[in-house]
Structures are given as structure tokens and as C-alpha cells.
């Protein structure tokens, strides 16, 4: 296809998007609008950047599409939630950075992919409660408990609105790169057709090597590292070269 072909398409999507309606999505009736698209040049490849607009908070999310997924089948999609301080800054209290460039990288050299890049910033809770819970967890709180002190409860409207825009942009059915079977089920029941789950493994790095040396200790121990982190994407950490026991250990 070329890029002309792909520009027209989307076009067509913007013209046929902007007269959107629907019920909405989950409880809160999420509806998302395409607002704008426009290529996307980066150091992981060449891509296309879809911003929405929603009916509810104003937050501005994105979709970095590689090559043409209007109406496409098996698209490999991966959601990732908004880290500020990961993403951006390069913090070390999680590992949103790496998942955040694995996934590009690896969408990238694919033919058609996309990450769903949701502003739902500390798991939805947002810049200044991620930046207290940090600071509970520099008290000695655990990341768990400084949610609790916070009142943080679980927030799933992250699902209804990937699965919307997913919808918006016409894909058929996906593979979701994710380690958490559970996000299957959550798109499932808004109406996404998951064909396949890819682990999403991470290549080692100074950063979570930290996984990789409790190889030899003992899987408790791997947990009470894993707690120290704040886990903003909602699922465990896999690095290349972990083993089945320590996999299994994050699963516990
Ligand atoms: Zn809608
Ligand atoms: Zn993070």
C-alpha cells in the first residue's frame, strides 16, 4: 500500500468519525471521537499518531499506529498507561520506560501494529497521588498499602476507552501484547475481538536486571522486590532469561 492509499483511508476515517454516536462505553458511557492523525517519524520506526477526544475528562488519549490497520485483522496491539515520571523522566521506581520502548521497538519492525497510550497517569489516579504514594513507599510503605492510604481503588475505565478507540479505528481483531490474562477479558466484554494473547517480554537491562539476580533466591524474596516497585502498567514484569519458577512467582 502506499502512502498515498493510507492517507486517503484516513481521511475517509476522520470524515466518517467526526458524525460519531454511540451509547457509550462501561459504566462511565465513554465515547471517543478521532480528532486529528498525522505521521509520526521516531527512533522506533516510522508511525502514524491518532489523537481522541472523550465525553468525559478532557484527557487527550493517543493511539502511535504502525502502517495501515483500518480494518485490518490480528492487529498486535498493546496498551500502555501514561507514566510522567517513567515514560518521560526515566524513574527507576518502575519499569513503564522499558515496557513503554519493548513494545514500540518491537510494533515498530512490524508490519501493522499499535500502543494505545492512555493518560491515565499511577494507574488513574494521577501525577500529585502517584507522587504521595511515592512518598508513602519512601516512609516504608509497600506500594499496596500506600494505595490503601490513599484510598486508591481499582479503575477499569482504561478498558472501555482502548476498546472504543480501537472500535473508532476500524481494526477487526487484535493479538494484545500483554502478561496479564486478565486484560483479555476486561476488552472482551467491551466488544474486542482478541484472537491471541503475546507475552511481552522485556530485554534485560541495568535496569530490571534486579529480576534476573534473585534467579537464584528464593521466590519470596523475588516478591517482596517486585512490591518495592510501583506497578503503573498493572502486570508483572517478564524479562528475558527469567525462568518458569520466577514467572510463576510473579503470578502469586
Ligand atoms: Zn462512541
Ligand atoms: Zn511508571
Known amino acids: 500500500m502506499t502512502t498515498e492509499v493510507l492517507h486517503e483511508k484516513i481521511q475517509l476515517l476522520?470524515?466518517?468519525?467526526?458524525?460519531?454516536?454511540?451509547?457509550?462505553?462501561?459504566?462511565?458511557?465513554?465515547?471517543?471521537?478521532?480528532?486529528?492523525?498525522?505521521?509520526?517519524?521516531?527512533?522506533?520506526?516510522?508511525?502514524?499518531?491518532?489523537?481522541?477526544?472523550?465525553?468525559?475528562?478532557?484527557?487527550?488519549?493517543?493511539?502511535?499506529?504502525?502502517?495501515?490497520v483500518i480494518g485490518a485483522e490480528n492487529v498486535p496491539v498493546r496498551l500502555h498507561s501514561e507514566c510522567l515520571t517513567g515514560d518521560a523522566l526515566g524513574s527507576l521506581r518502575c519499569d513503564c520506560r522499558d515496557q513503554l520502548e519493548a513494545s514500540l521497538k518491537k510494533i515498530g519492525a512490524m508490519e501493522t501494529g499499535m500502543v494505545l497510550y492512555l493518560r491515565q497517569e499511577g494507574r488513574g489516579i494521577g501525577l500529585t497521588n502517584k507522587i504521595r504514594a511515592y512518598s508513602l513507599q519512601d516512609a516504608g510503605l509497600d506500594t499496596v498499602e500506600a494505595n490503601h492510604a490513599l484510598g486508591f481503588q481499582?479503575?477499569?475505565?482504561?478498558?472501555?476507552?482502548?476498546?472504543?478507540?480501537?472500535?473508532?479505528?476500524?481494526?477487526?481483531?487484535?493479538?494484545?501484547?500483554?502478561?496479564?490474562?486478565?486484560?483479555?477479558?476486561?476488552?472482551?466484554?467491551?466488544?474486542?475481538?482478541?484472537?491471541?494473547?503475546?507475552?511481552?517480554?522485556?530485554?534485560?537491562?541495568?535496569?530490571?536486571?534486579?529480576?534476573?539476580?534473585?534467579?537464584?533466591?528464593?521466590?519470596?524474596?523475588?516478591?517482596?522486590?517486585?512490591?518495592?516497585?510501583?506497578?503503573?502498567?498493572?502486570?508483572?514484569t517478564i524479562v528475558e532469561g527469567m525462568d518458569e519458577t520466577q514467572i510463576k512467582a510473579l503470578y502469586e
Not at 34 to 46: N, S
Open 154 to 236: 481499582d479503575d477499569e475505565r482504561d478498558y472501555a476507552v482502548a476498546a472504543h478507540m480501537i472500535h473508532s479505528l476500524k481494526v477487526q481483531s487484535i493479538q494484545l501484547m500483554t502478561n496479564n490474562p486478565k486484560k483479555i477479558n476486561q476488552l472482551t466484554q467491551h466488544g474486542v475481538k482478541v484472537n491471541a494473547r503475546v507475552p511481552h517480554i522485556l530485554p534485560p537491562n541495568e535496569h530490571n536486571r534486579f529480576y534476573l539476580e534473585t534467579k537464584a533466591a528464593k521466590s519470596g524474596h523475588l516478591i517482596d522486590l517486585r512490591k518495592q516497585r510501583f506497578a503503573e502498567q498493572r502486570e508483572p
Open 14 to 68: 476522520l470524515d466518517e468519525d467526526c458524525c460519531h454516536e454511540c451509547e457509550g462505553y462501561g459504566e462511565d458511557k465513554i465515547c471517543v471521537h478521532i480528532e486529528a492523525i498525522a505521521e509520526l517519524p521516531t527512533r522506533f520506526g516510522d508511525f502514524h499518531i491518532v489523537g481522541f477526544s472523550n465525553n468525559r475528562d478532557g484527557k487527550e488519549h493517543v493511539a502511535i499506529v504502525k502502517g495501515d
